[in-house]
Nanobody, 128 residues
Framework: QVRLVESGGGSVQAGGSLRLSCVVS????????MGWFRQAPGKEGLAVAG???????RYADSVKGRFTLYKDNAKNTLYLQMNSLKPEDSDMYYC??????????????????????WGQGTQVTVSS
C-alpha cells in the first residue's frame, strides 16, 4: 500500500515562499501519476499540480508561473515549490498518488491521469 507523508506547510506573508514535501513509500515516484491538491473544510478539492507517469506536469491556471513540481529520486520525494504566495493560496494541501492495489475512488489530476491514495495534508496560510 502506498503511504504519503507531507510536510513543509506553514504561515507566511504574501509574496513569500514555501516548499511542500511528499515522502512516498510503497511506490516509486517515477512512472506513476502524482499530484498536489488543495481543499478547504466542506469544499470540493482542487488539483493544483500534477505529473503523469511520463513526467509531464500540468498546473492549475491560478498557480502557473508561481508553483513548480520537482522530484528527488534518491529520497523518493515529490516537492511543490510555492513562490509569490497570495492569501488566496491559503488552504490544506494534500499529496496524492496512484495505488493500483487500492479500491479508493480515483480523482483526476488534470494531467490525463488519476490518483487514489492520499497523505494527511499540510496547512498553508498566507497573510496579506
Amino acid at each position: 500500500q502506498v503511504r504519503l507523508v507531507e510536510s513543509g506547510g506553514g504561515s507566511v506573508q504574501a509574496g513569500g515562499s514555501l516548499r511542500l514535501s511528499c515522502v512516498v513509500s510503497g511506490n516509486s515516484i517515477n512512472g506513476y501519476c502524482m499530484g498536489w491538491f488543495r481543499q478547504a473544510p466542506g469544499k470540493e478539492g482542487l488539483a493544483v499540480a500534477g505529473i503523469d507517469g511520463s513526467g509531464r506536469s500540468r498546473y492549475a491556471d491560478s498557480v502557473k508561473g508561481r508553483f513548480t513540481l520537482y522530484k528527488d529520486n534518491a529520497k523518493n520525494t515529490l516537492y511543490l515549490q510555492m513562490n509569490s504566495l497570495k492569501p488566496e493560496d491559503s488552504d490544506m494541501y494534500y499529496c496524492a498518488s496512484e495505488d493500483s492495489r487500492s479500491r479508493a475512488t480515483w480523482i483526476p489530476t488534470g494531467t490525463g491521469c488519476s490518483v487514489n491514495a492520499w497523505g494527511q495534508g499540510t496547512q498553508v496560510t498566507v497573510s496579506s
